[in-house]
């Protein structure tokens, strides 16, 4: 087995491990029959060509070393994605109360959205990996983004990536403006939800309170 297999193993059994745990939150919301905050689930070990990108960025050798692991958070990466704004939160706060991680660092790129437009929540974990040769630390990041977050992100890192991250200036603009539209569409539908939710308690409270009174109504009957 060559050395960097050896090195990502630890990262995919991570990977892995932690797929599952996320899947889980969404699996226990859908036995209660309430509304989830995680959506789905995706996860990935960073390829070796993208790692070996990030070592010329980082000016650090391309090599499996503990310097690599560390300069690197994200060698293992998962990204929930959820319906609304308000579960990223939720999200958020699941994870932190988990005790089989350790978050180390938090970035809120929602309130503070990045230049190009980009809006997510990274955290980086630490998480204990069992390995035959004992327990291995390893660093992972966890993107938690909105479906509308995601679609932009998926489709500007593509186009990134076809200019070699050099995009003209008109597409970088325009992209941006994509971006506000995709968190206003992320807006319009939180508040749909909210008002369906209103009109939803109404109507419940509206039919307790008519069966209420059908129901004194019929007594008072009965008595006279
Ligand atoms: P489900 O819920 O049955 O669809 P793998 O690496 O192949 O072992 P996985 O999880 O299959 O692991 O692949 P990956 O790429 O990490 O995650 C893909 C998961 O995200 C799949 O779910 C997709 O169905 C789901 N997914 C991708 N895009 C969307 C989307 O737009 N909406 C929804 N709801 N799900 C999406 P699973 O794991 O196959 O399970
Ligand atoms: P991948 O695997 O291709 O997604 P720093 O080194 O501290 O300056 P760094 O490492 O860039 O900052 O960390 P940051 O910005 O907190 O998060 C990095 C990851 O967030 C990126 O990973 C992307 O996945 C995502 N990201 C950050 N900014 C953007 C953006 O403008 N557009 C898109 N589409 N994604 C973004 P990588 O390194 O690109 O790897």
Same mark, same amino acid.
């Given at each position: 087995m060559s050395q960097w297999s050896l090195f990502l193993e630890p990262?995919? !059994? =991570? *990977?892995?491990?932690?797929? %599952?745990?996320?899947?889980?939150? #969404?699996?226990?919301?859908?036995?209660?029959?309430?509304?989830?905050? *995680?959506?789905? %689930?995706? &996860?990935? %070990?960073?390829?070796?060509a993208s790692i070996y990108d990030k070592t010329l960025e980082k000016n650090i050798p391309f090599v499996p070393s503990k310097e690599l692991a560390a300069e690197l958070p994200d060698i293992a990466g998962l990204r929930i994605m959820c319906q609304f704004v308000d579960d990223i939160s939720a999200v958020v706060e699941i994870l932190r109360k988990r005790n089989d991680l350790e978050i180390i660092e938090e970035r809120d790129y929602i309130s503070n959205r990045k230049a190009s437009g980009y809006r997510s929540y990274h955290m980086i974990i630490k998480y204990p990996v069992q390995t035959v040769? &004992?327990? %291995? *630390?390893?660093? @992972?990041?966890? !993107?938690? #983004?909105?479906? =509308?977050?995601?679609?932009?992100?998926?489709?500007?890192?593509?186009?990134?990536?076809?200019?070699? &991250?050099?995009?003209?200036?008109?597409?970088?603009?325009?992209?941006? #403006?994509? =971006?506000?539209? @995709?968190?206003?569409?992320?807006?319009?539908?939180?508040?749909?939800?909210?008002?369906?939710?209103? @009109? !939803?308690?109404?109507?419940?409270?509206?039919?307790?309170? =008519?069966?209420? !009174?059908? &129901?004194?109504?019929?007594?008072?009957?009965? #008595? @006279?």
């Amino acid at each position: 087995m060559s050395q960097w297999s050896l090195f990502l193993e630890p990262y995919k !059994q =991570a *990977v892995d491990e932690l797929k %599952v745990k996320l899947k889980g939150i #969404r699996s226990q919301y859908n036995l209660e029959d309430v509304h989830t905050p *995680v959506e789905f %689930v995706t &996860g990935r %070990v960073k390829p070796l060509a993208s790692i070996y990108d990030k070592t010329l960025e980082k000016n650090i050798p391309f090599v499996p070393s503990k310097e690599l692991a560390a300069e690197l958070p994200d060698i293992a990466g998962l990204r929930i994605m959820c319906q609304f704004v308000d579960d990223i939160s939720a999200v958020v706060e699941i994870l932190r109360k988990r005790n089989d991680l350790e978050i180390i660092e938090e970035r809120d790129y929602i309130s503070n959205r990045k230049a190009s437009g980009y809006r997510s929540y990274h955290m980086i974990i630490k998480y204990p990996v069992q390995t035959v040769r &004992g327990e %291995v *630390v390893i660093l @992972a990041e966890i !993107q938690i #983004r909105t479906l =509308a977050m995601n679609f932009w992100a998926s489709i500007e890192h593509s186009l990134n990536y076809k200019y070699e &991250g050099e995009l003209p200036e008109e597409i970088s603009l325009r992209l941006e #403006r994509a =971006a506000e539209a @995709a968190f206003r569409l992320d807006e319009e539908m939180s508040l749909i939800r909210d008002e369906i939710q209103d @009109a !939803q308690k109404y109507f419940s409270d509206y039919k307790e309170t =008519a069966t209420r !009174q059908r &129901g004194t109504m019929k007594k008072k009957g009965e #008595r @006279a």
